[in-house]
């Protein structure tokens, strides 16, 4: 008789899905890792959820908020001690952050996908699935927020990003690198986060839009997303946090209508900040109200901003979650 419950919750993507005869992957009628009980029952006693069936490029928030008031549920219902839950790996950094913000439930919780589909010579699938079932069960995982898990190594939800379109190392945290290992004897971690942020939110709604910064940009890009009455705009910024001086006109239109303009950086290391004080600077962007993110990408940094516009519309409050 095994001792612990573990939630597994298959939402779609790669490891769900074969390649066919013309090469093309594609999802089938039946989920592949639903045959593959057998071996994973080995594991742990799993309560298994399918939610819905979606390659990843189709996940909203809508669908991360399903995710969370599953785990929730069971989770008040008692009886689990972690959540796994496969995923397709282009928007999986998305969902994992959300539930790291949102989630309340105090258990190992983590997300995988894979690189390859099931029928494929050497697919990741299973092998990454098994790996994230031995991290959810492992007593150190916990208080460590959602983890991502795949190719023996652990990250999270907060760090790790997509760095690569095919490679099965394709999960990274650059910068800080991974919180741990998988290896046949164990499961090792060998960094703790530094601080954890977790918010109660209903219905995140609002719409976010990402823009990417280049040279010369100027700024009718802001001025027509100004005008399409968005929520939010979160901007991936030169360097430190620095604008073309042409972008200016519409940011300042943006924060003149109360729309919180966050940056990031559009390099993959380091944190924006107010250094420079010519006209498009950090320091200038800063004097005109722009928000600057801690050190998050610019997909996490709109989900943030998401769950953030759920909960206030005050730039201040807006302003203190970024500098967390
Ligand atoms: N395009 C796929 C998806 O995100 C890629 C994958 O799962 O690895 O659903």
């Keep these: 008789m095994l001792e612990k419950n573990i939630l597994l919750i298959h939402t779609g993507g790669t490891i769900s899905m074969s390649e066919d005869t013309s090469g093309a992957v594609k999802p089938g009628a039946k989920n592949p890792l639903t045959e593959e009980a057998q071996i994973l029952s080995g594991l742990a006693n799993l309560i298994v959820e399918e939610p819905f069936n979606l390659p990843s490029p189709h996940i909203t928030p809508k669908e991360m908020m399903t995710l969370k008031r599953i785990i929730e549920h069971h989770y008040n219902q008692g009886g689990i001690d972690g959540v796994v839950i496969t995923h397709g790996t282009d928007t999986l ?43 959810a069960l492992s007593r150190e995982a916990k208080g460590k927020g959602v983890l ?32 741990g290992i998988v290896t046949k004897r164990g499961i090792f971690f060998h960094h703790m986060p530094a601080s954890r942020e977790n918010y109660q939110i209903e219905d995140p709604s609002k719409r976010v839009v990402l823009i990417k910064a280049h040279a010369g940009m100027d700024s009718s890009l802001l001025l027509a997303v100004k005008e399409l009455q968005v929520d939010g705009v979160v901007i991936e910024a030169l360097g430190q946090g620095n604008l073309p001086p042409s972008a200016m006109e519409g940011i300042r239109a943006l924060i ?46 709109r989900i943030k901003l998401l769950i953030a516009l759920a909960m206030t519309n005050n730039m201040k409050e807006i302003d203190k979650m970024f500098s967390l």
């Design 93 to 135: 950094e998305e969902t994992a952050y959300f539930l790291d913000l949102t989630v309340q439930a105090d258990l190992p919780i983590v997300v995988t996908g894979a690189m390859r589909s099931s029928n494929e010579i050497g697919a990741d699938g299973l092998y990454n699935l098994i790996s994230s079932i031995r991290v």
């Design 148 to 179: 991502i898990v795949l190719n023996d190594e652990i990250h999270t939800a907060e760090n790790a990003t997509k760095t690569h379109t095919s490679n099965v190392s394709t999960f990274q945290s650059p910068q800080y690198g991974p919180i």
């Design 256 to 301: 003149s209508d109360n729309i919180p303009v966050v940056i990031v950086s559009r390099c993959f290391n380091g944190v924006v900040q107010d250094i420079y004080g010519y006209e498009g600077g950090g320091k200038h962007l800063k004097d005109c109200g722009v928000i600057f993110s801690n050190g998050l990408n610019g997909q996490k940094a």
